[in-house]
């Protein structure tokens, strides 16, 4: 299956669902990917690709690491490679590497070509599609970065067949994201169907990819509809960054962070009790967390201001309206928002 994507400035690339195919590359080609996933599945990888020079940059695997230092690292293999402006990057790798190679594309020579392979469920569904490339620093998530399209995504699911259950909760987490904002079917297609099962992730997999796409096509650079992917990150990133990127996988703090909109939503009678619940239920049915025990709820609040789609002193929350639709909005009181952390907190 195929998805395009169509930017109103003429980009335009394939986001391609199925087995990777043998394709050869006129240029020069590094992939960048981590140790974990080399062992698993370079020899497949190189299988499938050859290039007029071919090289492999793997640097260390974890958040932790998706940093300013690991992008020199890159750049570093790139200078030492002789790479010019007709070269390629290839992300080999879940969505750390995916969002380090983009950005390090976008920087090297000020910009080269680089192409997703992304190899986790929750890089599948969400982060190779959209060009949103960065890394962390001590003050949050993803607050350095670039937008910068790849040329092409090619998702094999192949890949998922060695992917511990934790990164498919972490994976499905994002899944439901895009069902909640924006397709009330597919939630409850989800609700209906075990995505243990090969083909149902596959299904998911599709439907996840044209919703993202979709709302990409419409507004690349965030100014309005894309924000409404971040649904739960608002919450989520900063307790990712309070627990210094070593607790909760991206896809599970974002699972608590949806609950904690969704307590926002009920808060501004958007969203019923029962609705809130059958968010719940379907993240548990995959263990993913919805708890966390905010330790200061004025020190989470004030993380807040730093969050990319504050502006001039205000925060900006995505809210669901009921399940399949949502609302970005400016206008909750500290009050209102004061109220729902504080529910986590003790
Ligand atoms: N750019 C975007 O639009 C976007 C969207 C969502 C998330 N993200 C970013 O993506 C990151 C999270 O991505 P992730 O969840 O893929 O985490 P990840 O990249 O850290 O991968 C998770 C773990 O799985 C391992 N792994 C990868 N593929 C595997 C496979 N096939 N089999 C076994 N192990 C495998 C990795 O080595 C790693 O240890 C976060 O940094 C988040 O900010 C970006
Ligand atoms: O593509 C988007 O837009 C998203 O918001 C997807 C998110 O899942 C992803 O985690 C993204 O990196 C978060 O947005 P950010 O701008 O806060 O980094
Ligand atoms: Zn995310």
Redesign the pocket.
């Known amino acids: 299956m195929i998805v395009n994507i169509s930017l109103p400035d003429g980009t335009t690339y394939d986001i391609t669902i199925d087995r990777l195919k043998k394709e050869y590359f006129d240029r020069k080609v590094v992939v960048v990917t ?4 080399s062992a ?2 370079l020899d497949y990888l190189k299988d499938k690709l050859s290039a007029k020079e071919l090289s492999v940059v793997t640097i260390p ?3 932790k690491y ?1 940093n300013m230092q690991t992008i020199e690292t890159i750049l570093e293999h790139c200078f030492e490679n002789k790479l010019n402006r007709n070269s390629l990057l290839i992300a080999f ?7 380090m190679t ?1 950005f390090a594309a976008s920087l090297y020579q000020r910009g080269i070509d680089f192409i997703q392979v ?6 599948q569904v ?9 890394v ?1 620093n001590k003050y949050g ?2 607050l350095i970065g670039a937008f910068h399209q790849p040329i092409a995504v090619n998702i094999d699911p192949y ?6 259950k934790r ?1 498919l909760g ?2 499905i987490a ?1 899944i439901v994201k895009m069902a909640v904002t924006f397709n009330k079917d597919f939630f409850q297609w989800l609700e209906e169907n075990d995505l243990n099962d090969e083909e149902n992730i596959k299904t998911a997999i599709a439907k996840s990819v044209e919703t ?1 796409a979709w709302v990409v096509s419409q507004d690349e650079k965030e100014k309005g509809l894309r924000a409404a ?1 971040n649904y739960g990150h608002t919450f989520g ?1 900063v307790i ?1 960054n309070e627990t210094n ?1 070593n607790t909760y ?3 599970e703090a ?1 699972g608590i962070g949806m609950v904690m909109a969704n307590e926002l939503a009920k808060k501004i009678a958007y969203m019923s009790d029962e609705e809130a619940l059958r968010v719940k239920k379907l993240l548990e049915k995959y263990d993913i967390p919805t708890t966390y025990k905010i330790a200061d709820v004025e020190d989470f609040y004030e993380h807040f201001f730093l969050d990319k789609k504050s502006l001039d002193n205000r925060i900006k929350f995505i809210v669901p309206k009921g399940i399949g639709n949502c609302e970005i909005t400016d206008k909750i009181s500290k009050e209102d928002v004061i109220e729902v952390l504080k529910r986590f907190s003790n």
């Open positions: 981590n140790p974990t996933i698993l599945h695997d974890g958040e998706k790798g879940g969505g750390v590497i995916g969002d983009g992304p190899t986790t469920l929750l890089s969400d982060a190779s599609v959209g060009g949103k490339t960065g962390n998530k993803n890949f998922l067949t060695t992917l511990p990164e972490a994976g994002e993202k992917l990133h990712e990127y996988l991206h896809g974002v």
